[in-house]
Each structure stands twice: as structure tokens, then as C-alpha cells.
């Protein structure tokens, strides 16, 4: 049984130095809508990946929309891809699992499983909807989160107590970039619920009805490449999602030069301050906020202050070293705790076996 | 050396006598001299009338640089214009008019179009339309802009045009080249001789575009004024007359002279 025991730890530390231990990334399937939070684990594998790490995305079904269709082809090339759901999970114990905190559920199915388990936190608001009462992650054998902000990291270890939580802060990719051509009279609109940005517009036309040349485009079903080059052509983006805790969508707006109206979520961004964007209190005052942000603009009359904050803001996000030298300098450091922890059950065992 | 824009403003003036006329001219002076961005010169074409010339001499234009052009001949808004675009030395040439006014931040913003848009031969501005008690009526050229009138949001085609009438040529920033190629106003056209000079210069693929900024403050149905006068004055127009200068201005689009258009009108 030791020698057993013996031989598999040696395997695990051996797994670890030579990285192959498996990471592996939990997604939901988007069918083929962008969403910020997906590409965010995206970037986080395939970082990991082009490091040496053995980095593979796990996803519910067998029939997976993937990401080519709005991220990148290279991401379903270049990243291996397995379903939970009709195959037996390869898991031994220096592998790692990486949860979002939306599959509680699937937490609570693989708590005996014996590898390294880490949550994936990037919407406080989210945290409990799929726990039970009184259940913690660290019931559940998670004892390390990766969150986006400090701000989500302390929430996060205020109610997580045993969790020890680390940060990597995401990157707006390369690809959002400031037009060339002066901005078209089109309003960028996200909202968490579609029934919300269709209430807006129609909302709009009806009052304001001197602005009806003004055209909205949900952003919606669009690949990134297309959803940046459109947003980069609008003059304003409205943003209205309260249950944000990071606020990728204004970054992104931001980063090509576009001023945001956005309601303020509940939990404020680090990043958001008076200076970077329109940040509305009260949901009902968007539209109005909006349209006096409109009528400004008509008349160049929008302050330079604005957009020297929007762009302070959002280059402090366009640092895609940073971001990938913070994940693999985190991945290194899971390494070397874990190879620590390996390498003192081994000692353990060679004492209790020179003992004997 | 400051940077201006190479313009020339071309400004018609019939009669002093209008109501208000002094006040009116005084802000439509002052949106030039209050622009962001400078401009080559304006040139005032004006009828003989005494009052007229007498308040033209005596205003302070003070740093604008202003030609003053007596048309000798029984004034006609299309033909002062036209004169007016002859004597123009700038590559570009706008149409004002007395009781309008420019917004600050126009010219400037017709500067910024040109440079990023070599290829239009000329830009429309947002255009407010307000009463004579300076009441906002609504906008002009804002259609351009409209998803379900155009294919290429901010551009005026000729397809447009056929649906839809009301573009403001007053405040536009056109080409001087382009008048010259296809032509200005037809003097005999009544009513649409705006619309035939859009529908004219798209139908010829002149590229039209609309800056989405509020460029030009136009006085709708000033008592006295050309359209006011078509409507309740000296020169009112029945529905079927209305009708006529429609339909002659999508027929004689495509002749570049004037062919000396005259509405007979017939019994029912």
C-alpha cells in the first residue's frame, strides 16, 4: 500500500515539474454568443497552454457550440476540449479543476474527487445562486478562488472565510481599438436581459420621438472581431447591468474611444469613477441621462475631461503582458504549494517507511 | 499661420425692409464671426435696395473679411447664389442665409469631415429648424441618418431623395468644383430648387454626406421669407402647383442648364 502511495506521489511531483498535470478550465456553452466571462477563461487556458502547462477545457455536453465562431479558431485548435457529461473524467491527484461559481452543482458532484479544486468567481452576485443554505465552497473541497477584482476578493473572503482568494484582473483584447472615422449616429445598448434593451429603445422613440434617426444596436450575436469594430463606430454605449461586478463591456467601450451611460451596478467597479463615464444611479434615469448625453453631443459639447478618463481607464486593462504574466506567475506559485505539499507527504512517508 | 477653412460663404439678400431685419442680420453675422474655425471670406450679393445697401455699408463686420456684390437685376434668391459662387475664391462654398444662423462649432467640424472624408463633395449640417419665436420645430437632414432611409448611414443618395423631400441646402459645405460642373439653382424652379440641386448632384454621383452635428440654425416660414411667401404671400402656391415643382424637380435633375420651367395652371 505504501509503496503504492509512494509511487503515486512520486508520479504527482514528477507530473507537476513536467507540467503535466492536467488544469482543467469548467465553460459554459454560449452557443456561439460572445460573452466576456467565457473569453475570460479562454484567455486564461490558453495563456497557461502556450506556457507548457496542460491546460483543457471542459464543458457540460458532448455537443459543444465552442468559440470559433465569435472568439477565435485557435482557441478550439490549439486548447483540448472534453465533455463532462457520457465520459469518465481523467483526474489524478496533482490535477486541477478550475469551477465557475455559477455550477455549484457540479462543485457539490466532483467534492470527492482527488485533485486541486479552485472557483472561478467573477460575479459576486452569483456565488450562492447554486449553493445550498448554509453550504460554503470549502464544503465542497474548494479552498482557492480566482476572482477579478480586489473589491470581489474581499466580499469574497467575507463570507468565504476559508477561501483564500487570488486575483488576476482581466485584459480588454487588442482587437477593441479607437475608428478612424468620426463616430455615426448609433447607440451601443447592453443589457443582461434582451426584454430590457427592446423596453429601452422603444422607450426612447416614443419619448424623444425628434431623435428617431438615432439607430440602437444590441450587440448580441456578434463574433469579438465584429462586436469591436461595430462598437467602435457608435458615439455612445448604454450599459445596463446591475449584477456586473467587473464591467467588461464599458472597458471594452472605453478602449475604442466610446463614452458610457451605464447604470451603476450594485457592486461598483473598482475602476469606475466620475471622471471615466456616465454612471446612473437610478435605472429610470438612463434614458433621460442618455438623451442630454446625446443633445451634448450634437453640439461638441462633451469635455475633453471625459474622454482622458476613458482612455486613463481603459489602458490601465489593455496590458495583455501583464495579464498573462500575473496568470502564469499564480499558476507558478499553485505549482510550488502544491510540489511543497506533494513533496512533505513523500518525506512523511519515507520517515514512517525508514521508521519501520 | 492660423489655420481657416477654405470657404467662401455666400450670403443672398433681397430687401432690409423685412421685419426684424437688422436684429436677424446681426446674429446671422455673429455665428460667422463667433465660428471655431475661421473661414476665407463671405460675400454678400444684394439688391439695390437703399436701406439695404446703407446698413450693409455702416455694419462692423469687423475681422471678416467681406465682399459686398450688388446684383444689378430684379433679385432672385436661385440667381444671387449663383452670382455669388462665380466671385467665390474658396475651394468650398456654403449657402447662408440672413435670418439663419451658423452653429460655433460647424465650420470647424465641416474641417474635420474634409479631412477625413477627401472623397465628399459636400457636407450637410444637422440642421435645427426653429419658429420665428426661436421655438425648436424639429431637424433637417437628420433622414441621412434614419436605418430605414438610407444604406450607408449619413449619406445622401439619390434613392433617398425620391423618397423623401425635406434636405436643407442652406449651411452645406459643397465643393465650389461641383457647382461648377453640374450646375447651382435653376432660377425658373419654384418651390424645389433645393431639391432638384440635391437630386441633381446625386443622380450626377456627387457624394453627399451629413455631419452628425448640429451645424446651422434655419428660421422656418419667416413672415416674408421665400417659402412663407409661396405659402401665404404674394406668390401662393395651390396643392396641384405644390405638386408640379415636385415632379419638375425629379424630371429636370437631369439636365445641368435651367430649362426655363414655367407652371401653367390648369382647370380641373
Same mark, same amino acid.
Given at each position: 500500500?505504501?509503496?503504492?502511495?509512494?509511487?503515486?506521489?512520486?508520479?504527482?511531483?514528477?507530473?507537476?515539474?513536467?507540467?503535466?498535470?492536467?488544469?482543467?478550465?469548467?465553460?459554459?456553452?454560449?452557443?456561439?454568443?460572445?460573452?466576456?466571462?467565457?473569453?475570460?477563461?479562454?484567455?486564461?487556458?490558453?495563456?497557461?497552454?502556450?506556457?507548457? /502547462?496542460?491546460?483543457?477545457?471542459?464543458?457540460?455536453?458532448?455537443? /459543444?457550440?465552442?468559440?470559433?465562431?465569435?472568439?477565435?479558431?485557435?482557441?478550439?485548435?490549439?486548447?483540448?476540449?472534453?465533455?463532462?457529461?457520457? &465520459?469518465?473524467?481523467?483526474?489524478?491527484?496533482?490535477?486541477?479543476?478550475?469551477?465557475?461559481?455559477?455550477?455549484? %452543482?457540479?462543485?457539490?458532484?466532483?467534492?470527492?474527487? @482527488?485533485?486541486?479544486?479552485?472557483?472561478?468567481?467573477?460575479?459576486?452576485?452569483?456565488?450562492?445562486?447554486?449553493?445550498?443554505?448554509?453550504?460554503?465552497?470549502?464544503?465542497?473541497?474548494? /479552498?482557492?478562488?480566482?476572482?477579478?477584482? =480586489?473589491?470581489?476578493?474581499?466580499?469574497?473572503?467575507?463570507?468565504?472565510?476559508?477561501?483564500?482568494?487570488?486575483?488576476?484582473?482581466?485584459?480588454?483584447?487588442?482587437? %477593441?481599438?479607437?475608428?478612424? %472615422?468620426?463616430?455615426?449616429?448609433?447607440?451601443?445598448?447592453?443589457?443582461?436581459?434582451?426584454?430590457? &434593451?427592446?423596453?429601452?429603445?422603444?422607450?426612447? /422613440?416614443?419619448?424623444? @420621438?425628434?431623435?428617431?434617426?438615432?439607430?440602437?444596436?444590441?450587440?448580441?450575436?456578434?463574433?469579438?472581431?465584429?462586436?469591436?469594430?461595430?462598437?467602435?463606430?457608435?458615439?455612445?454605449?448604454?450599459?445596463?447591468?446591475?449584477?456586473?461586478? %467587473?464591467?467588461?463591456? @464599458?472597458?471594452?467601450?472605453?478602449?475604442?474611444?466610446?463614452?458610457?451611460?451605464?447604470?451603476?451596478?450594485?457592486?461598483?467597479?473598482?475602476?469606475?469613477?466620475?471622471?471615466?463615464?456616465?454612471?446612473?444611479?437610478?435605472?429610470?434615469?438612463?434614458?433621460?441621462?442618455?438623451?442630454?448625453?446625446?443633445?451634448?453631443?450634437?453640439?461638441? =459639447?462633451?469635455?475633453?475631461?471625459?474622454?482622458?478618463?476613458?482612455?486613463?481607464?481603459?489602458?490601465?486593462?489593455?496590458?495583455?503582458?501583464?495579464?498573462?504574466?500575473?496568470?502564469?506567475?499564480?499558476?507558478?506559485?499553485?505549482?510550488?504549494?502544491?510540489?511543497?505539499?506533494?513533496?512533505?507527504?513523500?518525506?512523511?512517508?519515507?520517515?514512517?517507511?525508514?521508521?519501520? | 499661420?492660423?489655420?481657416?477653412?477654405?470657404?467662401?460663404?455666400?450670403?443672398?439678400? !433681397?430687401?432690409?425692409?423685412?421685419?426684424?431685419?437688422?436684429?436677424?442680420?446681426?446674429?446671422?453675422?455673429?455665428?460667422?464671426?463667433?465660428?471655431?474655425?475661421?473661414? *476665407?471670406?463671405?460675400?454678400?450679393?444684394?439688391?439695390?435696395?437703399?436701406?439695404?445697401?446703407?446698413?450693409?455699408?455702416?455694419?462692423?463686420?469687423?475681422?471678416? *473679411?467681406?465682399?459686398?456684390?450688388?446684383?444689378?437685376?430684379?433679385?432672385?434668391?436661385?440667381?444671387?447664389?449663383?452670382?455669388?459662387? *462665380?466671385?467665390?475664391?474658396?475651394?468650398?462654398?456654403?449657402?447662408?442665409?440672413?435670418?439663419?444662423?451658423?452653429?460655433?462649432?460647424?465650420?470647424?467640424?465641416?474641417?474635420?469631415?474634409?479631412?477625413?472624408?477627401?472623397?465628399?463633395?459636400?457636407?450637410?449640417?444637422?440642421?435645427?429648424?426653429?419658429?420665428?419665436?426661436?421655438?425648436?420645430?424639429?431637424?433637417?437632414?437628420?433622414?441621412?441618418?434614419?436605418?430605414?432611409?438610407?444604406?450607408?448611414?449619413?449619406?445622401?443618395?439619390?434613392?433617398?431623395?425620391?423618397?423623401?423631400?425635406?434636405?436643407?441646402?442652406?449651411?452645406?459645405?459643397?465643393?465650389?468644383?461641383?457647382?461648377?460642373?453640374?450646375?447651382?439653382?435653376?432660377?425658373?424652379?419654384?418651390?424645389?430648387?433645393?431639391?432638384?440641386?440635391?437630386?441633381?448632384?446625386?443622380?450626377?454621383?456627387?457624394?453627399?454626406?451629413?455631419?452628425?452635428?448640429?451645424?446651422?440654425?434655419?428660421?422656418?416660414?419667416?413672415?416674408?421669407?421665400?417659402?412663407?411667401?409661396? !405659402?401665404?404671400?404674394?406668390?401662393?402656391?395651390?396643392?396641384?402647383?405644390?405638386?408640379?415643382?415636385?415632379?419638375?424637380?425629379?424630371?429636370?435633375?437631369?439636365?445641368?442648364?435651367?430649362?426655363?420651367? *414655367?407652371?401653367?395652371?390648369?382647370?380641373?
Amino acid at each position: 500500500m505504501s509503496t503504492e502511495n509512494y509511487e503515486k506521489l512520486e508520479k504527482s511531483i514528477n507530473n507537476m515539474k513536467e507540467k503535466l498535470s492536467r488544469i482543467y478550465f469548467m465553460v459554459q456553452d454560449t452557443k456561439g454568443n460572445a460573452k466576456a466571462s467565457v473569453r475570460y477563461i479562454y484567455q486564461m487556458a490558453i495563456t497557461l497552454k502556450r506556457a507548457g /502547462y496542460n491546460a483543457i477545457i471542459l464543458h457540460e455536453k458532448p455537443e /459543444y457550440t465552442g468559440v470559433s465562431s465569435w472568439l477565435d479558431e485557435s482557441y478550439m485548435i490549439e486548447l483540448e476540449h472534453r465533455p463532462i457529461e457520457g &465520459t469518465s473524467l481523467e483526474i489524478s491527484p496533482d490535477d486541477l479543476i478550475i469551477i465557475p461559481e455559477i455550477y455549484g %452543482f457540479i462543485m457539490d458532484q466532483i467534492t470527492k474527487l @482527488p485533485c486541486g479544486k479552485i472557483v472561478l468567481s467573477q460575479a459576486f452576485d452569483h456565488i450562492f445562486e447554486t449553493l445550498q443554505p448554509g453550504q460554503s465552497w470549502s464544503q465542497l473541497g474548494f /479552498y482557492k478562488c480566482i476572482t477579478t477584482s =480586489n473589491k470581489q476578493k474581499e466580499l469574497i473572503e467575507s463570507v468565504m472565510r476559508s477561501v483564500s482568494v487570488d486575483v488576476i484582473e482581466p485584459a480588454i483584447s487588442e482587437g %477593441f481599438q479607437k475608428n478612424e %472615422f468620426p463616430p455615426k449616429t448609433i447607440i451601443n445598448i447592453h443589457t443582461r436581459d434582451q426584454r430590457e &434593451t427592446a423596453n429601452f429603445i422603444k422607450t426612447f /422613440y416614443v419619448k424623444y @420621438p425628434q431623435y428617431r434617426w438615432v439607430t440602437f444596436r444590441d450587440m448580441r450575436g456578434l463574433s469579438e472581431k465584429e462586436f469591436a469594430n461595430a462598437l467602435s463606430e457608435c458615439f455612445c454605449s448604454v450599459w445596463m447591468d446591475p449584477t456586473s461586478s %467587473f464591467g467588461t463591456f @464599458p472597458l471594452e467601450s472605453m478602449k475604442c474611444g466610446v463614452p458610457v451611460i451605464g447604470l451603476a451596478p450594485s457592486m461598483t467597479s473598482e475602476w469606475m469613477n466620475e471622471d471615466n463615464g456616465i454612471w446612473v444611479g437610478n435605472r429610470n434615469q438612463v434614458l433621460d441621462v442618455m438623451v442630454e448625453f446625446l443633445h451634448n453631443w450634437l453640439e461638441d =459639447n462633451i469635455a475633453d475631461k471625459l474622454y482622458e478618463g476613458m482612455e486613463k481607464t481603459s489602458s490601465q486593462f489593455s496590458n495583455m503582458e501583464n495579464f498573462t504574466k500575473t496568470i502564469k506567475s499564480l499558476f507558478e506559485r499553485y505549482t510550488i504549494t502544491r510540489l511543497g505539499n506533494f513533496q512533505e507527504q513523500l518525506n512523511k512517508l519515507q520517515e514512517t517507511e525508514t521508521t519501520k | 499661420m492660423e489655420q481657416t477653412l477654405d470657404l467662401s460663404v455666400i450670403l443672398p439678400i !433681397k430687401s432690409a425692409v423685412a421685419k426684424d431685419f437688422a436684429d436677424y442680420f446681426d446674429k446671422a453675422i455673429k455665428s460667422l464671426k463667433n465660428q471655431q474655425l475661421g473661414f *476665407k471670406e463671405l460675400i454678400i450679393v444684394h439688391s439695390s435696395e437703399e436701406n439695404l445697401v446703407n446698413h450693409l455699408k455702416s455694419y462692423d463686420f469687423e475681422n471678416l *473679411k467681406v465682399i459686398l456684390v450688388q446684383y444689378k437685376e430684379t433679385p432672385n434668391y436661385s440667381e444671387q447664389i449663383n452670382s455669388g459662387v *462665380k466671385k467665390a475664391k474658396g475651394k468650398y462654398v456654403s449657402f447662408f442665409e440672413f435670418d439663419d444662423e451658423y452653429a460655433t462649432i460647424w465650420f470647424k467640424n465641416a474641417q474635420k469631415y474634409i479631412d477625413v472624408y477627401p472623397q465628399v463633395d459636400a457636407f450637410l449640417p444637422l440642421v435645427i429648424d426653429v419658429d420665428e419665436k426661436n421655438a425648436f420645430n424639429g431637424f433637417t437632414n437628420e433622414a441621412t441618418f434614419a436605418a430605414n432611409m438610407t444604406s450607408e448611414i449619413g449619406v445622401l443618395t439619390n434613392e433617398t431623395l425620391l423618397s423623401y423631400q425635406n434636405f436643407q441646402t442652406s449651411g452645406m459645405v459643397v465643393k465650389k468644383q461641383i457647382i461648377e460642373d453640374f450646375g447651382g439653382f435653376k432660377k425658373s424652379i419654384k418651390l424645389t430648387f433645393g431639391y432638384e440641386l440635391f437630386l441633381r448632384l446625386t443622380y450626377n454621383n456627387v457624394r453627399i454626406m451629413t455631419i452628425p452635428k448640429i451645424g446651422y440654425k434655419h428660421m422656418n416660414m419667416r413672415d416674408g421669407g421665400i417659402f412663407w411667401n409661396y !405659402k401665404n404671400g404674394s406668390e401662393v402656391m395651390t396643392e396641384n402647383e405644390v405638386k408640379f415643382w415636385i415632379e419638375s424637380a425629379k424630371k429636370e435633375c437631369y439636365f445641368t442648364q435651367d430649362r426655363g420651367i *414655367k407652371y401653367v395652371a390648369t382647370e380641373n
